[in-house]
């Protein structure tokens, strides 16, 4: 079924998988704040038109702005282009886009955070800092400190500032009709379920580097490439460190778990059958689990339906 890459193919010995919107026991750390925008608002009032993007620090009055970084030199913020692989500190998110120009303003001269820009997240608008390659990467850790220490009068404006996860929006992949996160937009709200059989990422539960995440992420769409040309309707769902495979859509009519067990369709059942087994950059994951009788039994980890996203 899967055509496994030489070079991230691992058999993974009693470690839970990553489910579709969050980490199963112990395969990876939870991700930081994933899309949870709790920050602080700041005293500031005021209009304007919002702008998505970066904000180029190119003119004068931003440059000579004494910040509170300046003891050690301007911050070296690479200008990445992918912004699939960047994560950010989430300083602020704002109740109405039109404030962002002038609260931007505020967080670059004020409280010298130059590199601060203007984006959107869950539809809004946020102000960000800094463009780093992953969680564990030391520059963010440094800079997170750092801006959570700033202070203003008696107050720390930016004290539930949070490394956050690149956007949805930038996660969409190569192809949108096989990405799971359309699913919604185009089958209908009916669509609830699908069956996870595959997940791409690093089998020993340690953050990958940029290079690996991208082959992550070719892996699973390639995986998907083989299954769409078997016949099956087989979908990726790219998450930040990870990248994860799974077929078919289903509803409230294929899937009951009020009763034990749960009731399941025909349709259902037969694809759990031609896919029985859900698979770690393409091998089976072998897992000790508690059988119904007490005993500890080894098994290939069976696949698993999980919930489709809204977007």
Same mark, same amino acid.
């Given at each position: 079924?899967?055509?496994?890459?030489?070079?991230?193919?691992?058999?993974?010995?009693?470690?839970?998988?990553? +489910?579709?919107?969050?980490? +199963? @026991?112990?395969?990876?750390?939870?991700?930081? #704040?994933?899309?949870?925008?709790?920050?602080?608002? /700041?005293?500031?009032?005021? +209009?304007?038109? !919002?702008?998505?993007?970066?904000?180029?620090?190119?003119?004068?009055?931003?440059?000579?702005?004494?910040?509170?970084? %300046?003891?050690?030199?301007?911050?070296?913020?690479?200008?990445?282009?992918?912004?699939?692989?960047?994560?950010? $500190?989430?300083?602020?998110?704002?109740?109405?886009?039109?404030?962002?120009?002038?609260? /931007?303003?505020?967080?670059?001269?004020?409280?010298?955070?130059?590199?601060?820009?203007?984006?959107?997240?869950?539809?809004?608008?946020?102000?960000?800092?800094?463009?780093?390659?992953?969680?564990?990467?030391?520059? &963010?850790?440094?800079?997170?400190?750092?801006?959570?220490?700033?202070?203003?009068? %008696?107050?720390?404006?930016?004290?539930?500032?949070? /490394? @956050?996860?690149?956007?949805?929006?930038?996660?969409?992949?190569?192809?949108?009709?096989? *990405?799971?996160?359309?699913?919604?937009?185009?089958? =209908?709200?009916?669509?609830?379920?699908?069956?996870?059989?595959?997940?791409?990422? *690093?089998?020993? #539960?340690?953050?990958?580097?940029?290079? *690996? $995440?991208?082959?992550?992420?070719? @892996?699973?769409?390639? &995986?998907?490439?083989?299954?769409?040309?078997?016949?099956?309707?087989?979908?990726?769902?790219? &998450?930040?460190?990870?990248?994860?495979?799974?077929?078919?859509?289903?509803?409230?009519?294929?899937?009951?778990?009020?009763?034990?067990?749960?009731?399941?369709?025909?349709?259902?059942?037969?694809?759990?059958?031609? !896919?029985?087994? %859900?698979?770690?950059?393409?091998? =089976?994951?072998?897992?000790?689990?508690?059988?119904?009788?007490?005993?500890?039994?080894?098994?290939?980890?069976?696949?698993?339906?999980?919930?489709?996203?809204?977007?």
């Amino acid at each position: 079924m899967f055509t496994p890459n030489p070079r991230i193919s691992r058999i993974a010995h009693h470690k839970p998988v990553f +489910c579709l919107f969050g980490s +199963c @026991a112990d395969f990876a750390r939870p991700v930081l #704040g994933m899309f949870l925008l709790a920050l602080v608002f /700041l005293p500031i009032t005021g +209009c304007g038109m !919002f702008k998505s993007g970066s904000q180029k620090d190119d003119t004068p009055t931003t440059m000579d702005s004494r910040g509170v970084f %300046n003891d050690d030199g301007s911050l070296d913020i690479p200008d990445m282009q992918d912004e699939s692989t960047q994560w950010s $500190i989430v300083l602020v998110t704002l109740p109405k886009p039109e404030l962002a120009p002038q609260v /931007l303003n505020t967080v670059q001269s004020t409280h010298g955070l130059i590199g601060a820009y203007i984006s959107e997240r869950m539809g809004k608008a946020v102000i960000l800092y800094g463009r780093y390659e992953g969680p564990d990467d030391q520059r &963010a850790l440094i800079d997170l400190d750092r801006v959570r220490e700033i202070q203003s009068g %008696n107050s720390r404006p930016f004290a539930a500032a949070f /490394l @956050a996860p690149p956007s949805g929006a930038a996660l969409g992949g190569s192809n949108a009709e096989y *990405d799971l996160r359309t699913v919604k937009s185009r089958f =209908g709200p009916s669509a609830l379920y699908t069956l996870q059989m595959g997940v791409y990422g *690093d089998a020993n #539960g340690d953050t990958p580097n940029v290079s *690996d $995440i991208r082959e992550f992420r070719q @892996a699973a769409e390639q &995986a998907v490439l083989e299954l769409r040309g078997q016949g099956e309707q087989a979908f990726y769902y790219h &998450a930040p460190l990870r990248s994860m495979v799974t077929i078919g859509v289903f509803g409230e009519q294929d899937f009951d778990g009020s009763t034990t067990p749960a009731i399941e369709s025909m349709r259902l059942r037969e694809l759990r059958k031609r !896919f029985p087994h %859900n698979y770690l950059n393409g091998q =089976g994951i072998r897992e000790t689990v508690t059988s119904a009788t007490g005993q500890r039994v080894k098994r290939l980890q069976p696949s698993s339906l999980v919930g489709i996203p809204d977007s």
